[in-house]
């Protein structure tokens, strides 16, 4: 773009501005753009089409701890139980119907410890918003769930400190999904991850982020101080995300992260996998 294009860019933008007609129109463009994108990275909330369990596919065979924060009534760890039976996992759960659900679930499973507590960037006592039938849209988040949620208060507790209290000195995986919370969950995890002791850590994203004052921004940001490459997960696998070119959008979708030798490690599994011979 030249100078004088992007001068008479801005001259455009600065008489449209001035249009409340073409003001409330450009704010509708923009809702619909940010749900392009939301659907181009995540079509389908449904773990087998919008890449999550391909996700864990990539990691079989390399995970034998994990950690479920948000685990609502244990679908996530169901499956990683599945590919890694002989792995030990921690739930964090904060609403009781649903952590209910997980003891009963997970009863014959003495490799499984269930927390029935919200994790979050320190420990205290905060608002709980629980809807009805273990909805997984209850949140820590005021506005973000359904306006008939209950309030209660339920305990939080940091990352970091449950991984020291268990003894846990590394966990393979870490799936957040806090319904809004989940940037402070990442912040309760600094100890951790300024060790590295979190090989890959998975979170959700979406407009409840807004609501709690978080950015994508500020997760990419925070990451990559220790050392973690931040990726968007797709039904195609986990690619780059240029933050720089698609910023904050606020619509669902997962990211992962990873510090760049566990990268290598998965690209040196799937080349190994893609050339692998036949055998009859």
Known sequence: MTKRSGWLIDCVQH???????????????????????????????????????????????????????????????????????????????????AADALRARFSDNKRIT??????????????FFQEAACRETSSLVPG????????????????????????????????????GNDFDVLQGAKESLQKRAIRVLQFEYNAAWALNGSTLAKAIRFLDEFGYSTRVITPKGPIEYNYSEFRDFFRYCNFVAAPPNVWAEVSAGRRRSINAPEHS
Not at 42 to 52: D, F, R, T, Y
Not at 64 to 90: C, H, Q, Y
Not at 154 to 170: A, P
């Open 15 to 97: 008489l449209a501005a001035r249009s409340p007609l073409l003001v409330r129109m450009a704010s509708k463009i923009r809702n619909q753009a940010e749900a392009v994108m939301g659907y181009a990275l995540a079509p389908s909330p449904n773990p087998e089409k919008n890449g999550e369990d391909s996700l864990l596919s990539l990691f079989r065979g390399r995970i034998e701890s994990f950690v479920d924060v948000g685990a609502n009534i244990g679908d996530w760890s169901a499956r990683v139980t599945r590919i890694a039976p002989m792995a030990v996992g921690i739930l964090f759960e904060p609403n009781p119907a």
């Open 114 to 127: 269930i927390i029935q507590a919200a994790a979050s960037n320190k420990a205290g006592r905060v608002r």
């Open 144 to 179: 973000s769930s359904n306006p008939n949620a209950i309030q209660i208060e339920v305990r939080t507790i940091s990352l970091s400190e449950t991984l020291h209290e268990m003894n846990w000195s590394t966990v393979d995986f870490v799936k957040i999904d806090a319904e």
